[in-house]
């Protein structure tokens, strides 16, 4: 198993720019989880689904979207970046609650942006 | 989120216990307390969660006060690549929103 997996590792944007954060994991877990990082900080959710086709706001959505078309990817969208977007992004996953393995979040390697 | 309190930093002799402490004094009783840690810019790793009991597993021992006010994490030999942030939070089992803080800087030392 890969585990989780995001793509691009890096990357910088323009401010105004659009792009897409690719996460997708190959554990057939149904939960997943987008943080962010600002340096020197602890993590800050921004967007979490439970299934494919359902999603809700974390307690950072502004700026963002995200879609949950198959239960293996969640991309999170970026449609004007900022320089406020500036950040490290970390996807994650879990098995859904009343599984044993719902008390372990499965952390990706990050995404390094920078709004410029 | 109940809130959790841990000092920003702590050193640790290697070979040596690592005690890293965490205050969550507004606990609610069906809020469990979770470790993770974060090594480098990696991604967080879980360690181990807890609700009354202690725990303990291949990587790490949780000890939980009987008033379940603070608790405190356990590395027992630490080694060099135990050197993370540590994160303690407190959050309800089915909680999709666990709130990482700034968490504890431990760094292991030859």
């Known amino acids: 198993n890969a585990g989780v997996t995001q793509t691009p590792k890096f990357r910088i944007l323009k401010i105004g720019q659009s792009m897409t954060l690719q996460c997708a994991q190959d554990?057939?877990?149904?939960?997943m989880y987008w943080y962010r990082q600002d340096p020197g900080m602890g993590l800050k959710l921004i967007y979490y689904s439970v299934g494919a086709g359902i999603t809700d706001k974390g307690e950072v959505p502004n700026g963002y979207n995200v879609s949950r078309s198959t239960t293996e990817d969640f991309p999170l969208r970026l449609e004007l970046a900022a320089p406020s977007q500036t950040s490290v992004y970390f996807c994650?996953?879990?098995?859904?609650?009343?599984?044993?393995?719902?008390?372990?979040?499965?952390f990706g390697p990050g995404t390094r942006l920078t709004v410029l | 989120d109940a809130k959790t309190t841990q000092p920003p930093s702590m050193d640790c002799a290697e070979g040596r216990a690592a005690n890293l402490p965490c205050n969550h004094s507004?606990?609610?009783?069906?809020?469990?307390v979770y470790w993770y840690r974060q090594i480098h810019s990696q991604g967080p790793q879980y360690i181990i969660h807890?609700?009354?009991n202690n725990e303990t597993n291949e990587m790490a021992s949780l000890i939980i006060t009987e008033d379940r006010k603070s608790s405190t994490l356990i590395l027992p030999h630490a080694t060099l690549r135990d050197t993370a942030v540590y994160y303690c939070?407190?959050?309800?089992?089915?909680?999709?929103?666990?709130?990482f803080g700034a968490g504890t800087r431990l760094t292991v030392k030859p």
């Open positions: 507004t606990i609610s009783g069906n809020e469990y």
């Open positions: 939070i407190a959050s309800l089992y089915n909680n999709n929103d666990m709130r």
């Open positions: 554990m057939n877990h149904n939960y």
């Open positions: 807890g609700l009354k």
């Open positions: 994650a996953s879990s098995q859904s609650p009343g599984t044993s393995g719902r008390d372990t979040q499965y």
